[in-house]
């Protein structure tokens, strides 16, 4: 990985760290090497609106240009009501969703044997 991030660690809790400090609610990141063997790290967040859904991943591909993450595949067209958006950067995976989207799939039950840590904000000023 090219960038300011030297690991895959650094570079899921720095995404982490941005969803939460722009608001992002109930930020997880999980370590799914263990488990998954495609992926190294899940990060999670819950945003308010479908808008602040695709709010959150337009800073996301900013903050991953800035640390040299290559997103793997791009979808071309946001609906307004999208509920959850996957952003994939190989070792990284990304998961943006509303609050009912987070409920019914309840991706850390699913992954429950991967360690998770939560991610508050930072107090930075927002962009």
């Known amino acids: 990985m090219a960038g300011i991030a030297p690991n895959s660690r650094e570079a899921a809790l720095a995404l982490a760290t941005l969803l939460a400090d722009h608001n992002g609610s109930d930020v997880a990141m999980l370590d799914v090497a263990v488990q998954a063997g ?15 859904l695709r709010g959150l991943v337009r800073f996301i591909d900013d903050e991953a240009a800035r640390l040299g993450l290559a997103r793997l595949g791009r979808r071309a067209n946001l609906a307004d009501d999208d509920e959850w958006l996957l952003v994939d950067f190989g070792d990284i995976v990304v998961h943006v ?3 009912s989207a987070r409920g019914f799939y309840e991706l850390e039950k699913l992954w429950f044997q991967s360690d998770a840590v939560r991610v508050a904000p930072t107090g930075a000023p927002k962009a």
């Open 38 to 52: 495609w992926a190294d790290y899940f990060v999670i967040a819950t945003a308010t609106s479908s808008a602040h």
């Open 97 to 99: 969703m509303t609050e």
